[in-house]
Each structure stands twice: as C-alpha cells, then as structure tokens.
C-alpha cells in the first residue's frame, strides 16, 4: 500500500504563516502528481495546489500568491508553505499522491491535518 502522513496543521491567527508537509511511504514504484486539497465544514474537497514530479504547479485562484507548493522527489515528500492566512483558509488539509503500484496508477490520500485561522 501507499500510505500519505501530513503534519504541520495548527491554529493560527490572521495573517499568520505555517507550513505543511506530507510524507509518502510503502511499497510503490514511482510518484507523478502530488496536491493539497481542503474541505471546509459542510463543503466539497477542493484542490488548493499540485505539482508534478517535474515541478509544475497549480494553484487555486483563492491562494494565488499567498501559498506556495514544493516537493523532494528523493524523500517522496510534498510541502505547502502558507502565507498571510485568512480565516476562510480554515479547513482540514489532504494530501494525495498520483503513484504507480503493482502495475497501476492510483490516488492515494493522508488523513489530513486540521488548519484554523482565528480573526
């Protein structure tokens, strides 16, 4: 299996700044895509940014300019640096990894780590 840990959630107030990370772990051959995504309470899991093995990224409108995705390919290990957060950035934070296993492709999904702006 492939199995996904995120850390690095927490409470913060506006305007504040924290960083996420999300480990990837277990028997597979390789990673491509690598995201973030957040649910807020009683909404839909949205995509708030991803990167390809090579380095391409995709933001969401919403965090254009204030979060920024990075990855290291060696440690199979994605991060999201988080930049002057609002209270509508509180949400539960998944990671999910697009990894090759046994001879398929398929996405794999952490937990997820609790984000809480305060006003």
């Known amino acids: 299996q492939v199995q996904l840990v995120e850390s690095g959630g927490g409470l913060v107030q506006a305007g504040g700044s924290l960083r996420l990370s999300c480990a990837a772990s277990g028997t597979f051959f390789s990673i491509n895509a690598m995201g973030w995504y957040r649910q807020a309470p009683g909404k839909q899991r949205d995509l708030v940014a991803s990167?390809?093995?090579?380095?391409?990224?995709d933001y969401a409108d919403s965090v254009k300019g204030r979060f920024t995705v990075s990855r290291d390919n060696a440690k199979n290990t994605v991060f999201l640096q988080m930049n002057s957060l609002k209270p509508e950035d509180t949400a539960v934070y998944y990671c999910?990894?697009?990894?090759?296993?046994?001879?398929?492709?398929?996405?794999?999904w952490g937990r997820g780590t609790q984000v809480t702006v305060s006003s």
């Open positions: 990167i390809s093995r090579g380095g391409t990224t």
């Open positions: 999910k990894a697009h990894a090759l296993r046994a001879g398929s492709w398929s996405d794999y």
